[in-house]
């Protein structure tokens, strides 16, 4: 584990310990605490640890999953250079929810294309990065439209997504509505049982949920 | 026109005198009215009348839009016995925005098998059937799985959908909200033109927009 | 009326012809057409306009309504100076329910004063000004505390209007939702009956609705 | 503690140990456990255990706090006469913000008389009692008016309510969404505290939170 104090680390740590999944490295802003060499490393720390994160995934060669948000294209860049030697799944999103909420943004924008769009996001109060990467993964399915997103920070709000289309004289959205944390402590649970399986490359939370296609 | 009188026949015929098409023919409660034989008969009636809408039809051969919400399923039958002699669209809602929320909904309960699902609908206090038409057609999307309609009425909505997935720590909620009557008056001047090119037969609103697929 | 040929005051004249008023005097970009003196001015047309709006009202005395969005401090304070010769309604929001919106929230905010808030507005894609007037109306509900604004601005909706207040563990929203532009030419045409019974003076629409206190 | 393994209770214990105090004792449908006599009794159980309750908290006279839903009006009668011998605080729904959406519903209520209303609650799966405690409460302050409680059962959702206004032309919302059950517990806390500082009697969580107006 990577980043095991933050508020999505705690919830992954609490998930592996239920799952009777042994906890054998920690690195956090206190430094680190190896019991043993890692099957599995997790990354839920923030980006200004980034390169850290990744001199750690090489040293141990170890499937490497990475759940940071605020990531810029060359720190993904970066991944995808690393994923020649080890399997990588990132995503800014680990539900199965927000999967299904980015595939049906995708056909409702294909058949409304005229339709204005508009995207909002509402996070706790603590959330360090605006807008959301799930909003960027939303608007970067509608394509080279313009569209606004509009970033909503209140009281502790796991996560809630909507994307909503205008036509002249209707109206549809999409919402997707986290209740807890732990949905997305699944979701890197499911991914980092995938990566076991798999051989040296970038992979997306989309494929851990729906295959390779 | 049949049951020009109400609220959606009366926001059809609007629509027809903006677009420059004339009125021939008028069946309501308080009688008939003709001046031309109609090129196509629109019918915006209540089920009550239906048998009549069906006597209509046949005395003109023209083809039929029918947008009558609340009819059974021995109505429908009757319908498309009809289509042997006549080219009938038939659609308990003609918005474009409702078929994407149908083929959406689709989509969504593939992948969310045992997510559990619920449907909510908002309209008018003056309207007469509960649950609407559209929800029964969102409800047919679903499968056997057991689902409930809630049916609110309140005001002068003019009309709100709402099916919701829910898995153990989150949900996905699709809802279409129209906003004017005259929405629906536009599907259906666009089932006109599209019945004025068809053979005799039983065509549903998603033929209209999607096609044949 | 002022601004006859827009989209608010095309609806007030509607009403105004549906109830047996006649309209006896236009203003628009076109020009002017008198048929005879004005009992009362109504303004619905765009801050640009607003230096002819004053002199018109000052040429025939007549109370005057501005429904004018957009319009800027010093705008409201010419106002004010005008209405010592004159009774005059001004709000950005002709609506019973906006007004019982901005009551709930006054309410809301003084129990919940360490919530997070935010409010979100939705309108028509033709809307000019951003944030709408009564957006702003509802900020200045919340005192001092830091409010962001966001504008969404899809297809042809009505406008719609949400103050959310969020704290640890949960949140409490109230939502506005115009259905058509109606709803707010009836307030003008109660505002009308208001001003007719009143000396000079600056009214706002709470005390149409509430009384003066 | 009654109730210590349900969903609540188990929140309760929780936040319980988290603040330092001890748990002495716990009555459960596995029977019951006594290490000390209870300062406070907590009771988030069932109905069908609610003759239990009464037992427990004559036998201890200690202060008594009912979160359990779905009582019937017999039961809070018993609650009043035993609260001529000890203080007990009462209530379906232990959240702040519930408290403020009541205020925010009575208020509505009394200026929209004529529109329509509706009430929508949305729970767990799991939940036992339909409708929602929560929901009969903000029903009680509609007074009179014929209102129709929809109630939804989706995954996991800790709990939603919503009360919609619908007049001709425009529609008002009210909508309480809780994040967690902590919320709950905690309201639980603070009623406990409150009931150690009061006389014999029978109290409501408004008056915990907004003292006796």
Redesign the interface.
């Given at each position: 584990m990577i980043g095991n104090k933050g508020r999505l680390g705690g919830e992954v740590v609490n998930l592996l310990n239920e799952k009777g999944h042994s906890l054998v490295y920690e690195l956090d802003i206190d430094g680190e605490n190896i019991k043993d060499n890692p099957q599995v490393l997790i990354d839920c720390s923030l980006p200004s640890a980034f390169n850290n994160t990744l001199k750690t995934a090489e040293r141990f060669t170890a499937p490497l999953i990475v759940a940071t948000t605020g990531l810029k294209e060359e720190d993904i860049a970066k991944l995808k250079e690393l994923s020649n030697k080890i399997p990588i799944v990132q995503s800014f999103n680990f539900?199965?929810?927000?999967q299904?909420?980015l595939?049906?943004t995708d056909?409702?924008n294909e058949?409304?294309k005229d339709?204005?769009v508009?995207i909002?996001e509402?996070h706790h109060?603590f959330k360090k990065d605006k807008p959301s990467g799930t909003a960027l993964m939303i608007k970067e399915k509608l394509g080279s439209k313009p569209v606004?997103v509009?970033?909503?920070?209140?009281?502790?709000?796991?996560g809630d997504h909507t994307v909503?289309?205008?036509?002249?004289?209707?109206?549809?959205?999409?919402?997707?509505?986290?209740?807890?944390r732990?949905?997305f402590a699944?979701g890197i649970l499911k991914s980092a049982e995938f990566l076991l399986t798999k051989k040296n490359g970038f992979y997306s939370f989309k494929e851990v949920i729906?295959g390779n296609s």
């Amino acid at each position: 584990m990577i980043g095991n104090k933050g508020r999505l680390g705690g919830e992954v740590v609490n998930l592996l310990n239920e799952k009777g999944h042994s906890l054998v490295y920690e690195l956090d802003i206190d430094g680190e605490n190896i019991k043993d060499n890692p099957q599995v490393l997790i990354d839920c720390s923030l980006p200004s640890a980034f390169n850290n994160t990744l001199k750690t995934a090489e040293r141990f060669t170890a499937p490497l999953i990475v759940a940071t948000t605020g990531l810029k294209e060359e720190d993904i860049a970066k991944l995808k250079e690393l994923s020649n030697k080890i399997p990588i799944v990132q995503s800014f999103n680990f539900s199965v929810g927000v999967q299904v909420l980015l595939k049906l943004t995708d056909m409702a924008n294909e058949i409304l294309k005229d339709w204005d769009v508009e995207i909002t996001e509402t996070h706790h109060r603590f959330k360090k990065d605006k807008p959301s990467g799930t909003a960027l993964m939303i608007k970067e399915k509608l394509g080279s439209k313009p569209v606004q997103v509009s970033s909503l920070r209140l009281g502790n709000v796991a996560g809630d997504h909507t994307v909503t289309f205008g036509g002249l004289g209707e109206t549809l959205s999409i919402t997707h509505h986290a209740i807890s944390r732990r949905t997305f402590a699944e979701g890197i649970l499911k991914s980092a049982e995938f990566l076991l399986t798999k051989k040296n490359g970038f992979y997306s939370f989309k494929e851990v949920i729906f295959g390779n296609s």
